[in-house]
């Protein structure tokens, strides 16, 4: 399962900061759909994402009925990305 879409960067300040932007709720009906053929645990969901010309394996996360994709720091420095910014982001998921 292939999906593309647009969402804001934000910031999460608990005790292991990171960088996120939340899928949108109807990708998020089609990853709920298939999470079960893929989830390892906690609901999480195994991708491949890419933002511009920077790609990368990472899962996942559920949060308040929605999935989150987490945005490494060399992403973010390779697309010059900051908190705010609208961003495209392609997933990619092996069913």
């Avoid at 720091?73 to 990619?92: F, H, I, N, Q, Y």
């Amino acid at each position: 399962m292939n999906l593309e879409f647009t969402g804001e960067m934000w910031f999460w300040k608990g005790p292991a900061p990171w960088h996120f932007i939340t899928v949108p709720e109807e990708e998020c009906g089609e990853l709920a759909a298939t999470s079960a053929l893929v989830t390892y645990g906690w609901g999480m969901v195994p991708v491949r994402a890419q933002i511009g010309g920077t790609g990368w394996q990472t899962s996942l996360f559920p949060k308040d009925g929605r999935y989150i994709v987490p945005v490494r720091a060399s992403v973010r420095k390779a697309e010059g990305l900051e908190v705010g910014d609208m961003v495209t982001v392609r997933l990619a998921v092996d069913v």
